[in-house]
T-cell receptor, first 113, second 109 residues
Framework: NAGVTQTPKFQVLKTGQSMTLQCAQDMNHEYMSWYRQDPGMGLRLIHYSVGAGITDQGEVPNGYNVSRSTTEDFPLRLLSAAPSQTSVYFC????????????FGPGTRLLVL | GQQVMQIPQYQHVQEGEDFTTYCNSSTTLSNIQWYKQRPGGHPVFLIQLVKSGEVKKQKRLTFQFGEAKKNSSLHITATQTTDVGTYFCAVLVRNQFYFGTGTSLTVIP
């Protein structure tokens, strides 16, 4: 099992550009989520999904879109990048196995100029 | 959103000393999780606590959930350089995870 994979590892964008961060998991988990991590702020939930076709907003959803057409994939779209979106982005999945253990991907480091 | 306060923000210890990080909430929690993130890495799940007064141990790590289920602690006995990283608590509320701001542990050899 590869677990949770994310691409790209690093990305530099100019203000106003759009891009999609990819996330995939091969554990057949129903729950998937996106976080951003900024210094001193911990991890903040952007969007989450409890199953294919179902998505919902987290704590900091503005400027981001998600979709969940399959169980495996949960892409995060930045519609018009802003410098405030410079961050490290983590995708995670959970099987709701009674412990709600979250498995995190390796992260994407995004710099918006 | 759910407020989970975590202290301290930073902790420097000599190798062999003990370390404790605390998470506190103003409301009663149904559960609390702990994660470890090594420098440059991603968070890794350590444990989940759900019962009032629960204590769980993993080798040198001891996790506690308060009797009122409003606070939790992670204690590391006799720290080693492999313990370096940031430790986060997290709570699950209505399908959303809320993380504490983390405690960054530095171990001085």
């Amino acid at each position: 099992n590869a677990g949770v994979t994310q691409t790209p590892k690093f990305q530099v964008l100019k203000t106003g550009q759009s891009m999609t961060l990819q996330c995939a998991q091969d554990m057949n988990h129903e729950y998937m989520s996106w976080y951003r991590q900024d210094p001193g702020m911990g991890l903040r939930l952007i969007h989450y999904s409890v199953g294919a076709g179902i998505t919902d907003q987290g704590e900091v959803p503005n400027g981001y879109n998600v979709s969940r057409s399959t169980t495996e994939d949960f892409p995060l779209r930045l519609l018009s990048a802003a410098p405030s979106q410079t961050s490290v982005y983590f995708c995670a999945s959970s099987g709701w196995d009674g412990q709600e253990t979250q498995y995190f991907g390796p992260g994407t480091r995004l710099l918006v100029l | 959103g759910q407020q989970v306060m975590q202290i301290p923000q930073y902790q420097h210890v000599q190798e062999g000393e003990d370390f404790t990080t605390y998470c506190n909430s103003s409301t009663t929690l149904s559960n609390i999780q702990w994660y470890k993130q090594r420098p440059g890495g991603h968070p890794v799940f350590l444990i989940q606590l759900v019962k009032s007064g629960e204590v769980k141990k993993q080798k040198r790590l001891t996790f506690q959930f308060g009797e009122a289920k409003k606070n939790s602690s992670l204690h590391i006995t006799a720290t080693q350089t492999t313990d370096v990283g940031t430790y986060f608590c997290a709570v699950l509320v209505r399908n959303q995870f809320y993380f504490g701001t983390g405690t960054s542990l530095t171990v001085i050899p």
